[in-house]
């Protein structure tokens, strides 16, 4: 299963998929944090984006849906993951979708945080990093324990460049005008949930985590993700987590009281109906 965590910059997509990935055992992959190592370690990859990514702008598709399909690409998702960070603008979703249809599993959710502009800019504004571990911190909402030092490590915090005043605002115009979009987008398929991500950290984990699980830790996907077999007319319950692939290949053994294995292309699913 893969989850996509969409919002503006500054709702709290990276500390919700952090603390998500821990509770469901999912792989974080970030772009952002990504093309931040790329740069600290100077790879070429780096060196092509630093322009891009310290001014707020968004780097070119084909360089990020590059990463993020090299990514995806690599054997250690069986457990699933959550993609924070992609899709940025329409392109990305539509390629991605090609790239999920054609190579793994279509199967995915989509979870929306919503937050008022002036949220966005008190969290991006006081907002500071680790240098070391990239922890993060808040100067208001959570303060490190010692004055600009790592609870966690002990290394310096710092600003990220484009969470400067006036890179905000062209972060958030560039978010309105393209990532936006990507909402409908993925309203469109039935994939959304939306949670108000105003509030603290804590009530929206236990949101997103409530709407993900569902009853019996079993979420609702649209009919698009199941086979034509199983679909039927509605959308069904699919658990969060895949099953793994019984050994040569073989069908997996049925299990009791209704729930039961759903193949879909190279992964089964488990599934109650
Ligand atoms: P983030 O940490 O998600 O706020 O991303 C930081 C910066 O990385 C963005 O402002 C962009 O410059 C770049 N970036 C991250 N993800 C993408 C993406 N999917 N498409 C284009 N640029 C991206």
Avoid: W
């Amino acid at each position: 299963m893969m989850i996509i965590l969409m919002g503006a910059p500054g709702v709290g997509k990276g500390t919700q998929a952090k603390v998500l990935c821990a509770k469901l055992k999912l792989r974080h992959i970030s772009t952002g944090e990504s093309l931040r190592q790329a740069i600290k370690e100077n790879t070429s990859l780096g060196s092509q984006v630093r322009q891009y990514v310290e001014s707020g702008r968004l780097v070119p598709d084909q360089l990020i849906t590059r990463m993020v399909i090299e990514r995806l690409s690599r054997n250690d998702l069986k457990s699933g993951c959550i993609l924070d960070g992609f899709p940025r603008n329409t392109q990305q979703a539509r390629d991605l979708d090609k790239f999920l249809s054609a190579k793994i599993t279509s199967a995915y959710m989509v979870i929306y945080l919503d937050a008022s502009e002036k949220t966005l800019i008190q969290r991006l504004s006081g907002r500071r990093l680790c240098k070391k571990c990239q922890a993060v911190f808040h100067l208001v909402n959570m303060p490190p324990k010692k004055d600009m030092r790592c609870d966690f490590c002990g290394a310096e915090l710092y600003q990220r460049p484009d969470d400067k005043e006036e890179t905000i605002k062209n972060r958030l115009r560039i978010y309105q005008e393209q990532t936006a979009p990507v909402i409908d987008y993925y309203a469109k398929q039935n994939r959304l949930l939306h949670i108000d991500a105003n509030r603290e950290l804590k009530p929206v984990l236990k949101e997103c985590l409530k709407l993900l699980k569902g009853r019996g830790n079993h979420i609702r996907l649209p009919k698009s993700d199941l086979s034509p077999a199983r679909a039927g007319s509605g959308s069904r319950k699919i658990c969060l987590k895949f099953c793994p692939l019984p050994p040569n290949g073989g069908v997996p053994p049925t299990a009791a009281k209704g729930i039961f294995f759903l193949k879909e292309r190279d992964d089964f699913y488990k599934v109650r109906l």
